[in-house]
């Protein structure tokens, strides 16, 4: 059975960083996209950033480009979120999704920030900043 689990999250200042990483486990082959969401009190669970399986492609929210990186290892099915230069607009709960569903590279593009394209996600871990 495949289990997605974050960790990394925790307390910051603003303008402090976070490693957040996503292990998956219970499959042998990497997914074809590894995604981050979050869901901050009181509003809809959003997307952060996605990459392929090859890192080929990889997209952002645009409010976090440029502060945000991600990236995955696909030897350790595992995937990661670098958040730099963070905001108290960053405060919520994050969350990995990936999919393993085979999927061409066209509608890879089109499907990295849609939540129903992903197949398997995680509990969640909490990161709160604070000003």
Known sequence: ???????????????????LTCAVSGRTFA?????????????????V??????ANHVKYLDSV??????????????????????????TAVYFCADRERVITTVQLVASMSLEHE??????GTKVTVSS
């Open 1 to 19: 059975q495949v289990q997605v689990v974050e960790s990394g999250g925790g307390s910051v200042q603003s303008g402090g960083s976070l490693r």
């Open 31 to 47: 997914a074809y996209i590894m995604g981050w969401f979050r869901q901050a009190p009181g509003k809809e669970r959003e997307f």
């Open 49 to 54: 950033a996605a990459i392929s399986w090859s």
């Open 65 to 90: 480009k440029g502060r945000f990186t991600i990236s995955r290892d696909n030897d350790k099915n595992t995937a990661y979120l670098q958040m730099n230069s963070l905001r108290p607009e960053d």
């Open 118 to 123: 992903h197949d398997y996600w995680g509990q």
